[in-house]
């Protein structure tokens, strides 16, 4: 089955700096990568996604980008701000199964 | 907006009981999950529901739990015999499209088995 690796587990940055997230997933069958950001306490919340047709894809400061052939996918979040602080995780997905990744804690230093 | 809604939100149980998890997802969505997050680690896939039945289900999903669509509404999942490794908080989602759109997650329903 799909198994989904996800680094770093933590990661600081300056707040205004930039923050890359990385996975890669093993199933080459996997053709929807999702990403979902979760505050504490809350429920996971989709912040961008991207299919195995794009290559990247944008949406003001987040980005996410795939290489089907590494079988890897990054998010990446420039000028950070302090509401950026959360976990995020990444997701790969065929058919009916959204397999997770274990996720990042996102911390803004102010 | 219209979103995902799940009840309780907090149960405790003694080990061995029987729990049930239950979930309305969004209307005019078709397919319904549930996963788990033990608490500080990652979301893990249980199950998933299209056309009244399992599509796909995780090795965690054993003998001991089962889902049902009892009405145009409900999405359940029971758990026969809870253990102490149950703890954890349940979401439920509900997606327009097969394996290829954005899950929507209720809240939670927060698990404690003691």
């Known amino acids: 089955g799909e198994n989904v690796e996800q680094h770093p587990s933590t990661l600081s940055v300056q707040e205004g700096d930039s923050a890359v997230i990385k996975c890669t997933y093993s199933?080459?069958?996997?053709?929807?990568f999702p990403w979902y950001k979760q505050e504490l306490g809350k429920r996971p919340q989709l912040i961008i996604d991207?299919?195995?047709?794009?290559g990247e894809k944008k949406d003001q400061r987040i980005a996410v980008t795939l290489n089907k052939t590494a079988k890897h996918f990054s998010l990446h979040i420039t000028e950070t701000q302090p509401e950026d602080s959360a976990v995020y995780f990444c997701?790969?997905?065929?058919?009916?199964?959204?397999?997770f990744g274990k996720g990042t804690r996102l911390h803004i230093l102010p | 907006e219209p979103e995902v809604t799940q009840t309780p939100s907090h149960q405790v149980t003694q080990m061995g009981q029987e729990v049930i998890l239950r979930c309305v997802p969004i209307s005019n969505h078709l397919y319904f999950y549930w996963y788990r997050q033990i608490l500080g680690q990652k979301v893990e896939f249980l199950v998933s529901f299209y056309n009244n039945e399992i599509s796909e289900k995780s090795e965690i999903f054993d003998d001991q739990f089962s889902v049902e669509r009892p009405d145009g509404s409900n999405f359940t999942l029971k758990i026969r015999s809870t253990k102490l490794e149950d703890s954890a908080m349940y979401f439920c989602?509900?997606?327009?499209?097969?394996?290829?759109?954005?899950?929507?997650f209720g809240e939670g329903s927060r698990l404690t088995v003691l």
């Open positions: 989602a509900s997606s327009e499209a097969r394996g290829r759109g954005e899950l929507f």
């Open positions: 991207i299919r195995s047709n794009v």
């Open positions: 997701a790969a997905s065929r058919d009916d199964k959204i397999i």
């Open positions: 199933d080459s069958a996997s053709n929807y």
